[in-house]
């Protein structure tokens, strides 16, 4: 007996089981387990008789089989406090909504890494971050989670200011006006792969 292969898909607004698989991008397990936020998807069993054509330009894999997902057969999975798990009594929930249904029925909050927790994991979670991105912006360098984003950091009392930004113009915005208009103690700015800095000493 084969071994069964598996492919994932990531579910958008307009997400239906009765659509062909011919529809939709398929990540395999090795690329899929990359993507640390994902909190969702759906798991296709692929048959033998199913031919998969690689794109090359990407991480994706396509086919021209007509068959739906539910034909093939497909299950729900969702990521409980880290641990990728079946969900299929989600299959009738709007997947891209998740967050408000997991929320409402049963009080789990998502957080990137870990995917959906309990308030009290969520608040531990987010207190050791939180301790982890300012120990990182004391030494002068971005977070582990966020090395490519860009750091406006300043000295507060006996511990720092920050705010955090994915875009560098963003970045330079807030760090050229807080020079000219903040009185804030060892302005800098930390910039992202050899986390160089700019700073304003006052």
């Given at each position: 007996?084969?071994r069964?292969?598996?492919?994932?898909?990531?579910p958008?607004v307009?997400?239906?089981y009765?659509?062909p698989?011919?529809?939709?991008?398929?990540?395999?397990?090795n690329?899929?387990?990359?993507?640390?936020?994902?909190?969702c998807?759906?798991?296709?069993?692929i048959?033998?008789?199913?031919?998969?054509?690689?794109?090359t330009?990407d991480y994706?894999?396509?086919t021209?089989d007509?068959?739906t997902?539910?034909?093939l057969?497909?299950d729900?999975m969702?990521?409980?406090?880290g641990?990728?798990?079946?969900?299929?009594d989600?299959?009738?929930?709007?997947?891209d909504?998740?967050?408000?249904v997991l929320l409402?029925?049963?009080r789990?909050?998502y957080?990137n890494?870990?995917?959906?927790?309990t308030?009290?994991?969520?608040?531990?979670?987010?207190?050791?971050k939180?301790?982890q991105?300012?120990?990182?912006?004391?030494e002068?360098?971005?977070?582990d989670d966020?090395?490519?984003?860009?750091?406006?950091?300043?000295?507060?009392?006996?511990?720092?200011?920050?705010?955090?930004?994915q875009?560098?113009?963003v970045a330079?915005?807030?760090?050229?006006?807080m020079?000219?208009?903040c009185n804030?103690?060892?302005?800098?700015?930390?910039?992202p792969?050899?986390?160089?800095?700019?700073?304003?000493?006052e």
């Open positions: 007996m084969s069964k292969r598996y492919r994932y898909i990531l958008d307009d997400f239906n009765d659509r698989i011919s529809q939709f991008d398929l990540l395999a397990k690329v899929f387990s990359r993507f640390n936020e994902l909190a998807c759906v798991r296709i069993c048959p033998d008789d199913l031919v998969l054509e690689k794109r330009y994706y894999s396509r021209d007509p068959r997902l539910n034909e057969g497909c729900v969702v990521k409980i406090d641990k990728w798990v079946i969900r299929n989600l299959k009738d929930a709007r997947l909504n998740l967050s408000t409402r029925k049963e789990l909050l957080t890494g870990l995917g959906y927790v308030k009290g994991r969520f608040q531990e979670h987010h207190k050791r939180e301790t991105t300012r120990a990182a912006l004391r002068g360098r971005l977070p966020r090395p490519n984003w860009y750091a406006v950091v300043w000295d507060n009392n006996d511990d720092i200011g920050y705010n955090m930004f875009e560098e113009c330079m915005d807030i760090y050229n006006y020079c000219s208009n804030v103690t060892n302005l800098r700015l930390i910039r792969a050899d986390h160089t800095k700019s700073s304003k000493e």
